[in-house]
């Protein structure tokens, strides 16, 4: 099938991954981006690409599947922790707990890095189209967040405060969530990521702006504000039809205690690739590669919700004693417990069928496989036929 055209729908990092592979695969991906640019949903903001789910360390993983770090990718390895009252635990670890990374259009982003190894693999990006459907025999679905699962909202700035990244738990903060602020060479990112009370967003910001300005005592210039939301609401099947491979936060496959996807995209885009042009079964390289973690994630969601206020002064109690990362990575391993715990979660966070449209004359991606699969109605969910693709 080489010089078959195989279609991408969006130029996160999960459609980059993918398009990377098929083209360094001697294929011919076509990447559609609604946007004129990469990156475009997101202000220049810092993000963590986590360290802490796997016992090899991340950069590992992406050199493993044969990604340059061409971007920026700074490890932080150490860091500050404030709990409702305010209380301050150090955070420390024996490998680095995420590599900051940044997100948008930037000549250093993680999105304009992928950009590069994909068109250097001999993808082709087509911006500023948005897809709703497409006539090719395998098309890969990499549109990005479909529900909200949780929601973030923040401020990009500049400031004189030293690097560092510190985090502050409180459900007046960031209700079932954590507030985080990230410097980097005089730029920073502030920000309260929520699992629940998403409309009350902008209140639960200001409230957290205020904290971190009290604790810490920076300076802040040249602000933007961002704001998005992710989705953990895993929806299988993965592929459908033989035609259609879902990734990213598309698929629901997100990290659902902290919403830390970008691992779960990038790999799952590769995968994907993978799967086309080896011919394997990608809902089975998902499961073997992804799936164990996922369950995990949401077993720790199940657990991190019991906390509340007093659980997250007892729990940052305990970490200051401990290497953080050691108990984190212990916490993402599958087991009996986890399975339960799991079972749980997927009842409070039911996972999603795709839905498909009704509609005879239309000829969407829902329409195309959802019809033949039988799934429920997009109309019933009151979702439009224009939507139904993202
Ligand atoms: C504020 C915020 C902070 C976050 N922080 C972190 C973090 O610290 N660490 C972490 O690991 N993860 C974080 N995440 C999650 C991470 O950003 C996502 O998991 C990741 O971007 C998902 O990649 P994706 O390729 O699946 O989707 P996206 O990055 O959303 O890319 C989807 C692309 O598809 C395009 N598109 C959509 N529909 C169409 C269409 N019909 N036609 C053409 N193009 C289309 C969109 O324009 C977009 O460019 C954060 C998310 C948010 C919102």
């Known amino acids: 099938m080489s010089d078959q055209e195989i279609h991408i729908i969006g130029a996160g990092p999960s459609g980059l991954a993918a398009a990377l592979y098929l083209g360094r695969a001697g294929l011919k991906p076509i990447v559609f981006e609604q946007a004129h640019e ?11 690409l986590e360290n802490w789910s796997t016992e090899d360390d991340v950069t590992e993983m992406l050199a493993g599947v044969g990604l340059e770090t061409n971007f920026r990718c700074v490890p932080y390895d150490a860091g500050g922790a404030y709990g409702p009252s305010g209380e301050r635990v150090d955070l420390h670890t024996d490998r680095p707990l995420f590599y900051l990374v940044e997100r948008g259009s930037g000549p250093a982003s993680l999105d304009t ?11 082709e990006i087509q911006f500023g189209v948005r897809m709703e459907r497409s006539a090719a025999d395998k098309v890969i679905v990499a549109t990005g ?41 005089g730029r920073a990112t502030l920000a ?30 040249a602000a933007r504000s961002f704001g998005g939301y992710v989705d953990f609401g895993l929806r299988r099947p993965w592929t459908r039809n033989d035609r259609f491979y879902y990734v990213g936060e598309r698929a629901g496959l997100q990290d659902a205690l902290w919403g830390f996807g970008l691992r779960y995209a990038i790999r799952s885009g590769m995968l994907a690739g993978r799967a086309i042009a080896m011919d394997e ?21 199940v657990l991190f919700d019991r906390l509340a206020n007093h659980g997250y ?54 329409c195309e496989h959802g019809r033949e699969e039988g799934t429920a109605s997009c109309h019933a969910e009151g979702l439009e036929t224009a939507d139904c693709v993202v």
């Open 38 to 48: 990469v990156g475009a949903r997101f202000q220049g903001d810092f993000q963590g």
């Open 192 to 221: 309260t990521c929520l699992f629940d009370q998403f409309d009350r967003a902008e209140e639960h910001f200001d409230r957290v702006l205020k904290t971190a300005l009290d604790t810490l005592n920076f300076n802040v210039h």
């Open 281 to 301: 079964d990608y809902d089975a390289l998902v499961e073997e590669h992804l799936a164990g973690r996922l369950k995990a994630s949401l077993a720790n969601r």
């Open 313 to 366: 002064s007892w729990a940052l109690r305990r970490l200051s004693s401990v290497d953080v990362g050691e108990v984190l990575r212990r916490h993402h391993r599958p087991s009996a417990a986890k399975n339960v715990l799991y079972d749980i979660g997927r009842r409070r966070y039911p996972t999603r069928q795709e839905p498909s449209c009704e509609r005879e004359d239309c000829r969407c991606l829902w």
């Open 145 to 185: 967040p479909r529900t909200p699962s949780a929601a973030a909202q923040g401020l990009v700035f500049e400031t004189s405060h030293p690097d560092g990244f510190y985090a502050f738990l409180g459900n007046h903060l960031a209700p079932r969530g954590y507030a985080y602020l990230l410097v980097h060479e």
């Open 113 to 123: 890095g992928l950009k590069r190894q994909a068109l250097a693999a001999g993808a």
